[in-house]
T-cell receptor
Framework: DAEITQSPRHKITETGRQVTLACHQT?????MFWYRQDLGHGLRLIHY???????NKGEVSDGYSVSRSNTEDLPLTLESAASSQTSVYFC????????????FGPGTRLTVT | AQKVTQAQTEISVVEKEDVTLDCVYE???????LFWYKQPPSGELVFLIR??????QNEISGRYSWNFQKSTSSFNFTITASQVVDSAVYFC?????????????FGKGTKLSVKP
């Protein structure tokens, strides 16, 4: 069955380190998204991509970057982790511009100490 | 600017009660999409429904029903005869057609607790 996976599921890192969170989907979806979920804020969009080589900033993109070299993967990189980036990160994908349902991965819980 | 408001932060009901989760949205677009997602205690986000702005017909799926009213910019979700398994955080979300198509704006969620 097609799916969307995230790794690692849990990560503890130190302030200042670079961290990369992986997202992989097997639906062949063009659109992929990264969100963070924090208590009191719901889900907020970090970065998104509408296809290979396309990346865009979302609402809370500072300190994060993404790259899209193939359809299946959209890794999220924290260039220099900060305690404010402690959060649960969700990756999502959707089929194309005319189909707006997003399907979410299981999430990655990141703690920055 | 687009915005989704879920005024109810937490709701607690007893099993078999009906419960309605409110969602109010703001958008300047005439074409947009509304969604509900469920996040059970296990943490995953489960897609429940999508509604188009040009289709105000209410929808029923088993014990779940959705009431979409453009006149009040609301997209409310009702669970009939609630069950303990309905306990979760429920998110309403909005997506606009156009340049940012596909991007979801989420409300902050309503935590529903169904007690036996």
């Amino acid at each position: 069955d097609a799916e969307i996976t995230q790794s690692p599921r849990h990560k503890i890192t130190e302030t200042g380190r670079q961290v990369t969170l992986a997202c992989h989907q097997t639906w062949n979806h063009n659109n992929m998204f990264w969100y963070r979920q924090d208590l009191g804020h719901g889900l907020r969009l970090i970065h998104y991509s509408y296809g290979v080589q396309d990346t865009n900033k979302g609402e809370v993109s500072d300190g994060y970057s993404v790259s899209r070299s193939n359809t299946e993967d959209l890794p999220l990189t924290l260039e220099s982790a900060a305690s404010s980036q402690t959060s649960v990160y969700f990756c999502a994908s959707s089929r194309d511009s005319s189909s707006y349902e997003q399907y979410f991965g299981p999430g990655t819980r990141l703690t920055v100490t | 600017a687009q915005k989704v408001t879920q005024a109810q932060t937490e709701i607690s009901v007893v099993e078999k009660e009906d419960v309605t989760l409110d969602c109010v949205y703001e958008t300047r677009d005439t074409t947009y999409y509304l969604f509900w997602y469920k996040q059970p205690p296990s943490g995953e986000l489960v897609f429940l429904i999508r509604r188009n702005s040009f289709d105000e017909q209410n929808e029923i799926s088993g014990r779940y029903s959705w009431n979409f009213q453009k006149s009040t910019s609301s997209f409310n979700f009702t669970i009939t005869a609630s069950q303990v398994v309905d306990s979760a955080v429920y998110f309403c979300a909005l997506s606009e057609a156009g340049r940012s198509q596909g991007n979801l704006i989420f409300g902050k969620g309503t935590k529903l607790s169904v007690k036996p």
